[in-house]
T-cell receptor
Framework: QQQVKQSPQSLIVQKGGIPIINCAYENTAFDYFPWYQQFPGKGPALLIAIRPDVSEKKEGRFTISFNKSAKQFSLHIMDSQPGDSATYFCAADGGDTGRRALTFGSGTRLQVQP | DTGVSQDPRHKITKRGQNVTFRCDPISEHNRLYWYRQTLGQGPEFLTYFQNEAQLEKSRLLSDRFSAERPKGSFSTLEIQRTEQGDSAMYLC?????????????????FGPGTRLTVL
């Protein structure tokens, strides 16, 4: 119940394309869903996050779509750039009555070709 | 730099030795987390502090692992009698207690990590 399943494992797009990364969860106690970006040798950096009471959140070129009934959420990167090449992790938080640690997906390695 | 800092950034040790890592969280954050990340995987939760109290420990945290956060400031993670399977990136994260100043829920900010290699 604590798992967060992420796909695809890797993704290659051309500059300007819109990569989409998907995640699914089982535990309905999760109430906060952040996305992290990680470059090689660095710690994960918080990118954008969403709560289940909204279906979409946009910050700059990054958009999260959230489907509460399906227990799925996804990250879209608009007008992707070579500098977006990194590993992306979705995560989920247990909420006020759940565990306080983030449960992470297995990651998606994104390569944006020039 | 007001972010989370970790020291050392890299540690190479021989099997059976003890190692200790340090994490300095963002100064106003009272929650501190330790995670472990192996190659090609997402971070896995190890333990969590609120101020100086260790409130949760993962089953991944064997009895060879111990973490402290004296006075609710910096934290240390010690691994005794290291094994090759302990080789990983050890990440520290911190988050504020209250939801305010535009922060929502449990926003965790990660440090750069300590890369441990056990030979």
């Amino acid at each position: 119940q604590q798992q967060v399943k992420q796909s695809p494992q890797s993704l290659i797009v051309q500059k300007g394309g819109i990569p989409i990364i998907n995640c699914a969860y089982e535990n309905t106690a999760f109430d906060y869903f952040p996305w992290y970006q990680q470059f090689p040798g660095k710690g994960p950096a918080l990118l954008i996050a969403i709560r289940p009471d909204v279906s979409e959140k946009k910050e700059g070129r990054f958009t999260i779509s959230f489907n509460k009934s399906a227990k799925q959420f996804s990250l879209h990167i608009m007008d992707s750039q070579p500098g977006d090449s990194a590993t992306y992790f979705c995560a989920a938080d247990g909420g006020d009555t759940g565990r306080r640690a983030l449960t992470f997906g297995s990651g998606t390695r994104l390569q944006v070709q020039p | 730099d007001t972010g989370v800092s970790q020291d050392p950034r890299h540690k190479i040790t021989k099997r059976g030795q003890n190692v200790t890592f340090r994490c300095d969280p963002i100064s106003e954050h009272n929650r501190l987390y330790w995670y472990r990340q192996t190659l090609g995987q997402g971070p896995e939760f190890l333990t969590y502090f609120q101020n100086e109290a260790q409130l949760e420990k993962s089953r991944l945290l064997s009895d060879r692992f111990s973490a402290e956060r004296p006075k609710g400031s910096f934290s240390t993670l010690e691994i005794q009698r290291t094994e090759q399977g302990d080789s990983a990136m050890y990440l520290c994260a911190s988050s504020p207690k209250t939801r305010g100043r535009g922060l929502t829920y449990n926003e965790q900010f990660f440090g750069p990590g300590t890369r441990l290699t056990v030979l």
